[in-house]
């Protein structure tokens, strides 16, 4: 009998041991992980923004958050933070806490600050006394921490355009179009939450200017993304155009002020952690990595602008006549389906927000293919258009290709962006907030 009970023992420890990580996350005890997705809402509602300074504030409040959680759960390694505390702490109350001091140092509105406050209460009052003191004081600890790292961390910067970006006349160099002067010129001095250096996974510089490759893919920006007054261009059908105005958010359309990709992808990281019944410690880790995932690959792909300087598709077939390609043809007034973002096109800022989104919850839930919605609102909240998906990727792909569809990006643009921000969504996952048992 005791031999067939270790035998028994033995082979549970086997099953267990085999299981996925997403499969044991899902053994273990749950706790209230929905304030993880609360202070995710949070926000969405009251904080906005460029999408560089956006994505910032959202990978702050998402580590401090985990961090809190890590300290006290101890079932992955800390982002950033070590901080040491008792499993009698209250895990929830550490991370709403760490939440709202971060979001009181990001968020200066008199209303966001009300509403985190009375978040904050509302969870706090849910919890027994000596748990929620012992949890709050790892959140504030944890806060402070995060806060502190990133005092000084580049974005304090305004946005000066350095003679070397400005106006040139040169086949290839970027030029200002109507949306004005390079912005966010000196992004690349910004520090990034989990690459060694913005430049970590720099794409390869871009095709020939006289290659072959470099003509296919402006006429094909040429031809699909032309503005045709707004209607169907000859190649591009009616959902592409759906797609490169949602993405872009075009004024004129009924797309205007709808989703930002930050959110797009937070809401699919909330469905995904619901649908596999993450734990706290899981859904916490979740949001982190792909919130920095987001960060850093959109840090990738704009400091890859500063370095290549390309110009967009809009001058580029405007001034064919110069890039010594006889597979080109200028066409002077050529017009994007969208307006062209002011800052060079190599590589995609939108494609490697998709590539690193995609691939970071592609490796935290154990593969690409999975069931969801994407759903885009516009300002007040209201649904302006849902798309279901079976693969995460997918979404991602449609966000790049948004930006051909547009007439703002090439193909090389694409699938240089793609390579790189899933090397970014790689090195993230491989090497921070890893299982500890």
Not at 52 to 58: K, S
Not at 195 to 211: C, I, N
Request: charged letters at 15%.
């Amino acid at each position: 009998m005791k031999k067939s009970a270790t035998l028994i023992a033995a082979v549970l420890v086997v099953v267990m041991s085999s299981l996925s990580p997403l499969r044991a996350e899902a053994t273990q005890p749950r706790a209230n992980t929905e304030v993880i997705v609360e202070w995710n809402a949070l926000l969405q509602q009251y904080f906005s923004g460029q999408p560089f300074p956006l994505v910032r504030g959202y990978a702050m409040v998402h580590v401090a958050m985990a961090d809190a959680i890590v300290a006290i759960d101890g079932r992955y390694e800390s982002f950033q933070t070590r901080v040491r505390a008792s499993s009698y702490a209250s895990a929830e109350a550490a991370a709403a806490q760490a939440g709202h001091d971060v979001f009181h140092a990001l968020i200066a509105t008199p209303e966001g600050r009300a509403a985190a406050d009375a978040a904050l209460q509302a969870r706090l009052a849910r919890i027994a006394p000596g748990p929620r003191l012992a949890g709050v004081r790892v959140g504030k600890k944890v806060a402070a921490d995060v806060i502190a790292a990133r005092q000084n961390d580049g974005y304090a910067i305004a946005n000066p355009q350095p003679p070397l970006l400005g106006p040139s006349t040169l086949a290839g160099i970027w030029r200002p179009t109507a949306s004005g002067p390079f912005q966010y010129s000196n992004l690349g001095e910004a520090q990034p939450f989990g690459l060694q250096a913005a430049t970590q996974f720099l794409p390869a510089p871009a095709p020939q200017l006289e290659s072959t490759r470099y003509a296919e893919d402006v006429n094909e920006a040429k031809r699909a993304g032309r503005a045709a007054g707004g209607a169907i261009a000859p190649e591009r059908t009616a959902a592409q155009t759906r797609f490169a105005q949602l993405f872009a958010a075009a004024p004129g359309t009924i797309y205007f002020n709808t989703t930002n990709p930050i959110r797009l992808w937070s809401n699919v990281t909330r469905d995904m952690a619901r649908r596999h019944r993450l734990t706290l410690s899981g859904t916490a880790r979740a949001f982190a990595l792909t919130m920095v995932s987001l960060h850093d690959s959109l840090l990738t792909a704009h400091t890859s602008k500063m370095v290549y300087r390309l110009w967009r598709p809009e001058s580029a077939i405007a001034h064919a006549d110069i890039d010594n390609n006889p597979a080109t043809d200028a066409e002077p007034g050529w017009t994007p389906l969208v307006t062209t973002p002011p800052y060079p096109a190599y590589s995609s800022n939108m494609t490697c927000l998709g590539a690193g989104g995609a691939r970071m919850l592609a490796n935290l839930l154990g593969g690409d293919d999975q069931a969801f919605t994407a759903v885009w609102y516009a300002a007040d909240n209201s649904v302006v258009w849902s798309e279901p998906y079976t693969s995460l990727w997918k979404l991602g792909d449609d966000e790049a290709n948004s930006r051909i569809w547009g007439g703002i990006h090439y193909r090389f643009d694409i699938d240089a962006s793609q390579v790189s921000c899933t090397q970014v969504a790689d090195y993230i996952f491989d090497n921070y907030m890893r299982r500890t048992r």
